[in-house]
């Protein structure tokens, strides 16, 4: 039997036709006309329409509010176990409608599944992933439709994946988290958001397989032969982004693909989006001063993993904010 080739495609033009050719399909979809993607994205649009996130909006950001009011005014924290991570789960509580108890007990098939997906090499799932799916959608079964799951997941990992990398990201550029602090209104929010899922967003990898002969990006790509593509080399890719190893909350260059596109795009995108958008509001809003922690073990920890790295731990220090320089 024939090895089946494997192509890597990075350049931003070529990972955007690649995500958007209907040629190129996830794991399990067999026909151009695969019909089983619309109904999860149909099912989480239901369950999760606009109307319902504008009326959660203003809860959720009132609870990254006070969960960054609960942190010590002096001290050290972990921004993800300490803010990111509580309040995301409780997020999953209130927009899913699922009992504390519930939400405790499906938080480590989850995290199985979140942390398999990250260290995912091929589109094939391992057999822990497809595990934890299976139990995870039983346990779920009667609080949603066919989206619940990856709703669940997008809400309980995927949101403190990106609120932490969005925080840590700051940090580490105190000029762009100064000038957002300094100009914290809505429309400047929406760009910073925009940014910080271009750069500091986990996704690094997805994987399609072909389901016909086609070229693109140069390569002669045959029926079944796997495509990987690279979304975090794309969104830095500066053909499209000038200066793209820079962060810049006031850059104006859009069409990140830290959700992909296309119709295999994450279903969860809105939001996603949405509650990033309030976790960014609250951090740089806070009357309280943030400081990547520096002393021994305080090192930010990372799940590096090759489709997705998504943070552990973000050791920081506390203190009554200084007057702003800016």
């Given at each position: 039997?024939t ?13 955007h036709?690649?995500l958007?050719?209907d040629?190129l ?10 019909a089983?993607?619309?109904v ?13 996130l ?6 959720l ?17 972990d ?6 991570q509580?309040w ?6 209130q ?22 997906s ?36 997008a ?12 925080m840590?990201?700051?940090?580490q ?23 910080l ?5 986990p ?15 140069g ?8 495509v ?9 890719d500066?053909?499209?982004f ?14 990140h ?7 295999h ?5 809105g ?6 958008h309030?976790?960014?509001a609250?951090?740089?809003?806070s009357p ?5 922690d ?10 590096d ?6 943070l552990?731990?973000?050791?920081t ?10």
């Amino acid at each position: 039997m024939t090895a089946r080739a494997v192509w890597t495609l990075c350049a931003y033009a070529d990972v955007h036709a690649a995500l958007r050719d209907d040629r190129l399909a996830p794991y399990g979809v067999h026909t151009r006309r695969d019909a089983s993607h619309r109904v999860v994205r149909a099912a989480v649009q239901q369950e999760l329409p606009p109307t319902l996130l504008a009326r959660w909006r203003e809860t959720l950001g009132a609870r990254a509010v006070e969960r960054l009011a609960t942190l010590p005014s002096e001290g050290a924290v972990d921004l993800m176990q300490d803010m990111a991570q509580p309040w995301a789960h409780e997020a999953a509580r209130q927009v899913l409608g699922i009992p504390p108890q519930v939400v405790a007990t499906c938080l480590p098939l989850a995290a199985t599944l979140f942390e398999e997906s990250a260290r995912a090499k091929s589109g094939s799932p391992s057999v822990a992933l497809s595990q934890a799916a299976t139990k995870l959608a039983g346990l779920l079964e009667g609080y949603g439709g066919a989206g619940t799951v990856q709703s669940f997941v997008a809400l309980t990992h995927t949101v403190p994946a990106l609120s932490g990398g969005a925080m840590l990201a700051l940090l580490q550029h105190p000029a762009q988290l100064e000038w957002l602090r300094a100009h914290a209104g809505e429309q400047a929010l929406a760009v910073a958001t925009n940014e910080l899922l271009r750069f500091a967003g986990p996704s690094r990898a997805v994987f399609r397989t072909a389901l016909a002969p086609m070229v693109l990006g140069g390569h002669a790509i045959d029926t079944d032969d796997e495509v990987v593509l690279l979304l975090s080399e794309a969104n830095r890719d500066p053909l499209v982004f000038s200066n793209p190893e820079r962060l810049d909350v006031q850059r104006v260059e859009s069409g990140h693909l830290a959700f992909g596109a296309g119709a295999h795009g994450c279903v969860g995108a809105g939001i996603v989006r949405m509650l990033l958008h309030e976790a960014i509001a609250a951090f740089v809003r806070s009357p309280r001063e943030f400081d990547l922690d520096a002393s021994d073990g305080g090192s930010v920890k990372w799940l590096d993993g090759f489709a997705m790295r998504p943070l552990r731990a973000i050791p920081t220090i506390v203190r009554e904010r200084r007057a702003s320089s800016v």
